[in-house]
């Protein structure tokens, strides 16, 4: 959240005020919530502004008055407003793909600059997807017709944790797997030397219903593991539910859960939850999930390359699997509002789930922030006149500039009614675009 602060504000006899000081009153205040750079003191000719921290939470009633008239209730999560101590505080950063890289086939906009930026800052990157559409090999070659330099050894997809999870168990390679999926899962599981049997050629495989009619499966199948599968059918639901159900001590493995996915960069699709979904109600029973956000992932890489997980930042753009899934494994999370979660979701009162920091796009790391304060201007302005008012804005204008601070929010004068229908302040909040009136009346 945001720090904020009180501006006591002392005008010298430059200004055409009778006394050398405003005096401080409660009932009257001028309110001024730009949000400048963090610094311990200012004075000019004319002001000399320091500053003292405000508590969020007071017992006082006038105080708890004005936290509400000034705030809004915010998400525990932080903005992203200095990209750059983020960035230095780790050592890696893991992506998720779809909506923080590309959406569908479309790459989005500013990665190819910030990749190659923290590159250059020594920083190891490693790409995590829970599409097991694809292994790793074709993974690394859409990264290339998108323009992107990524190894094979960077890039995670659930459908090399599915055949990772079995290796790390010992799974006997007398037995089978059968899949529910597409061909990354295939060649995963060929890599590591797994049978399996399934796949997209059952995808055309149709079940004819007669009197009598018994469905046969093979009893060698250990484990079925489940992913998106736009070839899904009922056949492969009966097969896969026989497996599970009468297979003695057979697993059933979920590469995710992902409730929707992003096929194309037009619309959002039905994703591997509902392949999973399907088996689980038939089944009666609960996958093991080796895809985000379950550790497992998080384990292996960090084991992989012997990277301590406070080291790590997560990026990416779902809630309940990116967010949690770098929770989970003790990272710091960043959400990008760039594909599935907006910040309407992310403040809902519905959501639990609050990463360290959001922001829109990974391209945001490219134009870090200052780190940045609301002020909040207090004194009696009864008497001040259209030159005095200049001059106090001008001065706090001064401030932001000589900052180099951008992230300039708003002006709000809650005292006196008339302070902004002077000319010359209406004047400058046309200019400014970032004043507002509102009411004086604080308890």
């Known amino acids: 959240m945001v720090t904020k602060s009180v501006v006591s504000v002392s005008v010298a006899a430059s200004i ?20 400048l750079s963090s ?19 007071s017992s006082n009633k006038s105080a708890t008055a004005m936290e509400g008239f000034t705030t809004r209730t915010r998400a525990s999560a932080q903005p992203l407003e200095n990209a750059d ?5 780790v050592e890696t950063f893991i992506f998720d793909c779809d909506g923080v890289i590309w959406k569908g086939d479309k790459l989005i906009d500013g990665v190819p600059e910030t990749l190659d930026m923290l590159r250059s800052k020594g920083k190891r990157l490693v790409f995590v997807t829970n599409n097991s559409t694809k292994s790793r090999k074709q993974y690394g070659k859409k990264f290339e017709t998108l323009g992107l330099n990524v190894s094979e050894e960077e890039i995670f997809a659930s459908s090399f944790a599915a055949a990772a999870y079995l290796k790390s168990i010992d799974f006997p390679k007398d037995k089978k797997v059968y899949v529910i999926g597409e061909d990354g899962i295939l060649k995963e599981l060929e890599l590591a030397g797994f049978q399996y049997l399934g796949g997209p050629e059952d995808g055309g495989k149709k079940i004819e219903l007669k009197p009598g009619f ?6 060698e199948v250990g484990a079925v593991v489940v992913g998106f599968d736009r ?8 097969y896969g539910t026989l497996c599970i159900r009468e297979n003695p001590g ?3 493995i979920a590469t995710n859960r992902d409730a929707v996915t992003h096929l194309t960069d037009a619309q959002e699709w039905a994703g591997g939850g509902s392949m999973v979904g399907a088996i689980c109600g038939s089944t009666q029973r609960e996958p093991l999930v080796v895809g985000k956000p379950s550790t497992f992932m998080m384990d292996y890489l960090a084991d992989k390359f012997g990277i301590l997980k406070s080291q790590i930042c997560m990026v990416g753009d779902r809630l309940d699997t990116d967010i949690l899934f770098g929770q989970n494994g003790g990272c710091k999370t960043l959400l990008v509002l760039s594909g599935v979660t907006t910040l309407s979701m992310l403040q809902s009162p519905n959501n639990s789930i609050q990463p360290d920091f959001y922001t829109n796009k990974i391209s945001d790391f490219l134009a870090p922030k200052a780190a940045t304060k609301d002020i909040e201007l207090r004194g009696d302005l009864s008497s001040l006149n259209g030159l005095d008012c200049v001059r106090i804005v001008h001065t706090i204008k001064s401030i932001v500039r000589a900052e180099q601070s ?16 002077q000319p010359t302040m209406s004047s400058l909040a046309t200019n400014d675009r970032c004043w507002k009136s509102a009411p004086s009346e604080i308890a």
């Open 39 to 57: 610094f311990n003191s200012f004075s000019a000719s004319s002001l000399a502004i320091k500053w003292r921290g405000v508590s969020s939470c």
């Open 231 to 238: 070839y899904f059918n009922y056949y492969k639901v009966q």
């Open 250 to 252: 057979c697993l059933f």
């Open 214 to 219: 018994l469905m046969e499966h093979d009893e």
């Open 406 to 421: 951008r992230a300039v929010h708003k002006v709000v004068a809650a005292s006196p009614r008339n302070l902004l229908s």
């Open 85 to 89: 101590e983020l960035i230095s505080s």
């Open 16 to 35: 055409t005020i009778t006394s050398s000081k405003l005096v401080i009153n409660p009932a009257h205040r001028f309110l001024c919530l730009k949000r």
